[in-house]
């Protein structure tokens, strides 16, 4: 049971990533799927989530920019990150938590955004 990050990666203001989790041994459709994020000396912050039925939501900050999805057959969740502030410079790291196959909250490693200014 594991999540797997990708898509990290430097990129100027105003630029684009999309990151990736995809997930072996849970259900992306059965669990919620969320991406956080940490920057430097700040608490780990929730940035954006995906419930069992679909529905998203996101931190105000980052409202209007940033897009959550899951392709079920993939198991995989996405974060598609669109005019990047420097701001937006942390750990992004995915996350799981339900209760199939067995209650969990799990995590993926980290994946490193950082936006020049």
């Known amino acids: 049971v594991q999540l797997q990050a990708s898509g990290g990666g430097l990129v100027q203001a105003g630029g684009s990533l999309r990151l990736s989790c995809a997930a072996s041994?849970?259900?992306?459709?059965?669990?919620?799927g969320g991406w956080y994020r940490q920057a430097p000396e700040n608490e780990r912050e929730l940035v954006a989530q995906?419930?069992?039925?679909?529905?998203?939501s996101y931190t105000d900050s980052v409202k209007g920019r940033f897009t959550i999805s899951r392709d079920i057959a993939k198991n995989t969740v996405y974060l598609q990150m669109d005019n990047l502030k420097p701001e937006d410079t942390a750990i992004y790291y995915c996350?799981?938590?339900?209760?199939?196959?067995?209650?969990?909250?799990?995590w993926g490693q980290g994946t490193l955004v950082t936006v020049s200014s």
């Open positions: 996350n799981s938590r339900g209760n199939w196959p067995k209650p969990h909250n799990l």
């Open positions: 041994g849970i259900n992306f459709r059965i669990n919620t």
């Open positions: 995906i419930l069992r039925n679909g529905t998203r």
